[in-house]
């Protein structure tokens, strides 16, 4: 159920900024009526799937309107506008996840407490940054900010 919300939400945040953009038009109503559009269909997928499949159906109801939602304030956003809001800049970190996140899986029937669930996480993380640093994601804003962090004053800006 998480993993479909979260699939849902990370499609709807590569297209929020044309949610702003929206805004910035004064496209308020076009920004309710899209709304208006996912909630109706989240209502009526919620009325047939959750009888099938319970709360993986609702999951998928909710996932499936917000992604909708999405695809509709993207499409408006571009015909408004004539440029794209997406920068695929922003697809790089969740690409990167994938690896250290495929190996968590393998991990996964090795976390029996606590203790290996702080430590595979903090795992997690540390192999997250390395492979966003080896990718060459961060720029010279991050560097800045990072070198300003005691034990990180060792990297150096690009």
Do not use: Q
């Amino acid at each position: 159920v998480l993993i479909i919300i979260c699939i849902a939400y990370f499609i709807f945040a590569l297209v929020n900024t044309a949610h702003v953009m929206l805004f910035v038009l004064k496209k308020t109503k076009l920004v309710l009526l899209n709304t208006a559009v996912a909630v109706v269909l989240n209502i009526c997928l919620n009325i047939y799937l959750i009888p099938k499949y319970g709360i993986e159906g609702a999951a998928l109801a909710t996932g499936i309107s917000l992604v909708v939602r999405g695809i509709l304030i993207f499409i408006e956003s571009v015909y408004f506008m004539k440029v794209s809001p997406f920068v695929w800049r922003s697809v790089v970190p969740f690409i990167v996840v994938l690896v250290p996140g495929f190996v968590f899986y393998l991990l996964r029937d090795y976390i029996v407490n606590f203790g290996y669930l702080f430590f595979g996480s903090l795992i997690f993380g540390v192999m997250y940054l390395l492979i966003l640093f080896l990718v060459g994601f961060f720029g010279k804003e991050e560097y800045e900010l990072f070198s300003r962090i005691p034990f990180l004053r060792w990297l150096k800006v690009k």
